[in-house]
């Protein structure tokens, strides 16, 4: 198994107006496939963070409360990766019946994959693909051969519907077309955030999860960066549960560099 | 403190036309405050099942799979209620950097409450209310005001703010204008699905949870049953969790008495 | 040149439960391809009505009160069709610059059918077919192609948009998306009600023009019914244009046979 | 009756990219309540330009066709005004049955406005008011009072339902929540672009006429301007009909100041 050593972070700086609550959803997770060597998390002025875990999967943040003035935020990790290179061909998707309990939820519709909107089409043109992995791909193709990427094509009410409707977006719209689509076909499916390698111009970035198999498989519609160099932030329903920054209270993101 | 002892049930009559996999939610939860005395669970043909726990709130399922004909469910339990009397007046709400961790991801939107797109209104309605129970009393008056209860007015796709615009909707719907309406001031909202006392006509009821002071409290903007007499079932972001009969495959619900 | 003669008729029944005004929209039109030899209007009781003609394009309808009562009324009339057999191949689009005023409101997004948020995707999918007649051809064949018609699956609410998502619908469905694809093209593009032979089950009918070469074409792209044996009744900018009965009032269809 | 002289005019800044047709709405009307005295339409570089008659309304525009390069253009006019003194009370509403038959399209939703999907809303809010002027100036106050202006909060796909929902907007959502309302009660209602006398900042108008009595009168929601110093350019269905600039090409609008 080959192991790559990354090198991640990100900058922030505000202006803050009033007191503001931060939620900060951009630290590396800890899973079997992504090992943190070191990690830092600076804020200038040196305000005291809480760690937190999120959701149903536990995904980190930090919390933070800010009074009026200005806010950096300075975050770097050294992660080694276990890239997965499990063989895809011939993994199955998993009848309901069979799902396990802990998977259920992700084949509702949630905020951004209106799944139970788009059944009738889900069905109509993946209902004959073969199943498992290679179904999975084929709506990755369809998204990537369908949509067109465009920054700010889309904005933080964007759906999967929309998406459907408009034909352009950025690396959320296209993630959330993938699950939604998976959804309506029984297949869970799930939105994970993170830093991936060489993605141009630098931003965090957002794929998918689909359960087949016996586990979670990541697939990024966009083809935008290889999933071997991608890592995980956070894991939820939709771009709802990924936000990078959560703020109450009033305050303006002046400069962002990933 | 007083208790009461109630008895709920319900029957579900379905063809099934190709085999199908069944996921039930209308068993009563197991809480503080209330304890299930006896419970049964008869199928027809009798079928084996699984008990499932769903999700965040590890809300109670049952899972079985069925061949094509007839099935037939019928569920009853008695159940002991302690009901909620503590005090309402002077109930606060909780910052966001105080909310527990378990409780952030309920301040998200969701499929049918979408709370970022009635941000504006929420501020502009209910920004100026007396904070904390006060101020969720006031949402479910305007509700409960501005909303007419309209059986058959929405479906399966209704959200909060479609019913925002129509202005008519079922338990539900009221449920889900409240719950969003919550979320964008900031305060966590929850679906709950369970059995009303006196409910007319009988059926599954839906009512929301709003976290306060440093607990859920459950509200009822319909007004048609008293929260005293509610036996919980399900809780979730939203109905896409608390459906009481999901199924893939293809049966027809025939007969349903609650 | 053939000819064919038709005979068309509706009967409708009504029960009016308050005092109820009445427009029709169901005579056939008098165009120069569709010459009426022979027309009845008959209402039961016998009311007053009178004619009128709608809109830009004068579509006739019949206006009337009725007061609480039954209400039936049976429309026949005989039709010499001239059908439209001319050369459709080399049929070329008019540029915006050279349409003529009368039909550039055809560009306009209309309630039914949003062009304007259909530009991006008309642009990908049709940008790059032959221009003219080929092209409004296309894009019939891709409706055809990738909706459902599905009795039901729609309602008086449904878009251009939302049976994009859907994938299902009725023929006024795949008439609104027709035509706001084609306005999102930039070719003028309107609704056109009518009645068609041997539709089955018979009822009314919706169809789309477009204006190519220097003139209106009928298009259907249910492909349900002959064109050469449609008789037109109203045109529009959308269904909302040509409804076949709009009542103010309260008044219940208990039957309707066309 | 006061007669009042007014001056307006716009001048509109291009950077064409490709081949470009435009037709412009910006010229002044010719009613009986105002009469151009004295008109100029200047364009650099000096091109050739039609002027057309637009819709059911016959508002005026100006058509040409422009090469790659820079484009100016130059409207002035000097308006006599003849303001509308009628007195307002007592103002009833025309029923559907006695409205003149060219109104009546102006009952039908469009895209904009869609009263279809606002019925009950309308009913529940203003089915009680004094039927008449006074319940479309309820409308206007309702809305004036439940919607905040704000630049840049809508955009060209914002419709009524979107405004009712995000609760803030510009002139042209405030007309088309109006319009909406009316039709939504069976009052004709039409959209109005114009010049407003001391709209800060100077910007075109949108505002919207109600049919009653037997004429239109003009409504404003945003009351930002006087109506007596308003002057008329386009009248149609909703904003679809009433843009001040319609552009086939590519064309960037560098400047604009009216």
């Known amino acids: 198994m080959t192991m790559a050593t990354i090198n991640i972070g990100c900058d922030l700086t505000y202006h803050v107006t009033s007191p503001c609550s931060f939620l900060f959803c951009l630290a590396a997770a800890r899973t079997t496939q992504q090992h943190i060597l070191q990690e830092s998390m600076c804020l200038h002025p040196n305000l005291p963070f809480q760690s937190t875990h999120l959701g149903m999967e536990k995904s980190r943040g930090y919390r933070l409360h800010a009074d009026p003035g200005p806010l950096q935020l300075h975050y770097r990790a050294q992660v080694d990766l276990m890239p997965d290179q499990s063989v895809t061909a011939g993994i199955v998707e998993v009848e309901y019946a069979q799902l396990p309990d802990a998977v ?3 084949v509702n519709p949630s905020r951004y994959c ?8 889900a069905l109509r043109m993946f209902g004959h693909s073969p199943p ?8 990755c193709d369809w998204i990537h051969g369908n949509l067109d990427y465009q920054a ?17 977006g950025v690396c959320r719209d296209f993630a959330h077309l993938g699950i939604a689509l998976c959804r309506a076909l029984c297949i869970p499916a799930r939105y994970v955030s993170g830093y991936a390698l060489n993605l141009q111009p630098p931003d965090f970035h957002g794929l998918f999860e689909a359960y087949l198999g016996e586990r979670w498989y990541l697939f990024d519609a966009t083809r935008m960066a290889a999933i071997n160099g991608f890592v995980r932030i956070c894991t939820g329903r ?18 962002m560099s990933v």
Chains 1, 2, 3, 4 share one sequence.
């Open 104 to 106: 259920l939820p992700y």
């Open 152 to 168: 700010n094509s889309s904005n933080v009410s964007t759906s999967a519907c929309d998406v459907l409707i408009q034909r352009q």
């Open 114 to 121: 209106e799944a139970d909107r788009l059944a009738h089409f």
């Open 132 to 139: 498992g992995f290679a179904r999975v791909m084929a709506i």
């Open 238 to 255: 939709d771009a709802a549960d990924a936000s990078f920054a959560t703020l109450i209270g009033i305050a303006e993101l002046l400069q």
